[in-house]
């Protein structure tokens, strides 16, 4: 058998592996997403606050976040905590690798949304919060009816880039054993030791998925009329 044929041979047979990696990749980049979105709100909102007692926490989660390795953290979450919990109450203590790493990854992308989120909310005139007030409107009314509904079309696209970015960036969760697409592929490696066409086949996965992410992003940004690029 020819190489190219024993390559093409190898990637048939990773493909159905790579595929259910594949899923568990997109599934647990989304709800990293989602929740990271919430906490990114949250923190945004702290870190735009008058009062330090939510802008200092908010700063420093950000600072901390963004400063310090995704790879770091995945470690720090998955080994560190539950052996400073055993350290303190003596019981064993396991997380759910899956459940780690929708955690690690969704705490990891709300500092990222954060800084957004709140440069979507800064990017609005600061004369549409002046307009809303002189109608009557409370700050939060006027925030939440005038100044976020203009603020959301300005996150989408840097928002979209964020959900690409995890879901490469996803892939160090292969360090804690989660099955995800490139945990797959390396697992196929350490059975065949067929690492060229193996590891080839687990980038054009990910191509696939960043275009086709690309794609459906472009598509509403367009709906809305919106894009992080200039014409």
């Given at each position: 058998?020819?190489?190219?044929a024993?390559?093409?041979q190898?990637a048939?047979?990773?493909?159905p592996?790579?595929?259910?990696?594949?899923?568990?990749?997109?599934?647990?980049?989304?709800?990293?997403i989602?929740?990271?979105l919430?906490?990114?709100t949250i923190?945004?909102?702290?870190?735009?606050?008058?009062r330090?007692?939510?802008r200092?926490?908010s700063?420093?989660?950000?600072?901390?976040?963004?400063?310090?390795?995704?790879?770091?953290?995945?470690l720090?979450?998955?080994?560190?905590?539950p052996?400073?919990i055993i350290?303190?109450?003596?019981?064993?203590?396991?997380?759910?690798?899956?459940?780690?790493?929708?955690?690690?990854?969704?705490?990891?992308?709300?500092?990222y949304?954060?800084?957004?989120?709140?440069?979507g909310?800064?990017?609005?005139?600061r004369?549409?919060?002046?307009?809303?007030?002189?109608?009557?409107?409370?700050?939060?009314?006027a925030?939440?009816?005038?100044?976020m509904?203009?603020?959301?079309?300005?996150?989408?696209?840097?928002?979209g880039n964020?959900?690409?970015?995890l879901?490469k960036?996803?892939?160090?969760?292969?360090?804690?054993?989660?099955?995800?697409?490139?945990?797959?592929?390396?697992?196929?490696?350490?059975k065949?030791?067929?690492?060229?066409?193996?590891?080839?086949?687990v980038?054009l996965?990910?191509?696939?998925?960043?275009m086709?992410?690309?794609?459906?992003?472009n598509?509403?940004?367009?709906?809305?009329?919106?894009?992080?690029?200039?014409?």
């Amino acid at each position: 058998m020819s190489l190219l044929a024993s390559y093409i041979q190898h990637a048939i047979n990773v493909f159905p592996s790579l595929l259910r990696g594949a899923v568990i990749t997109v599934e647990v980049t989304t709800f990293a997403i989602f929740f990271g979105l919430i906490l990114g709100t949250i923190a945004a909102f702290g870190k735009l606050s008058k009062r330090a007692i939510f802008r200092i926490p908010s700063s420093v989660y950000v600072d901390f976040i963004r400063g310090t390795p995704l790879f770091v953290q995945i470690l720090l979450f998955y080994y560190g905590i539950p052996g400073l919990i055993i350290g303190i109450t003596g019981e064993p203590f396991r997380i759910d690798p899956i459940l780690a790493g929708i955690a690690v990854c969704s705490i990891n992308s709300g500092a990222y949304n954060a800084e957004i989120v709140r440069a979507g909310i800064k990017s609005v005139d600061r004369g549409q919060m002046e307009a809303a007030r002189s109608l009557g409107m409370t700050e939060g009314q006027a925030m939440r009816e005038v100044i976020m509904p203009q603020a959301v079309r300005l996150i989408i696209p840097p928002l979209g880039n964020e959900f690409i970015a995890l879901l490469k960036d996803s892939s160090l969760l292969a360090v804690i054993s989660v099955h995800e697409l490139s945990k797959n592929g390396m697992l196929y490696v350490s059975k065949t030791f067929a690492a060229f066409p193996a590891y080839i086949s687990v980038a054009l996965v990910y191509l696939a998925l960043t275009m086709g992410i690309s794609r459906v992003l472009n598509y509403i940004e367009r709906r809305l009329g919106v894009s992080d690029r200039s014409e």
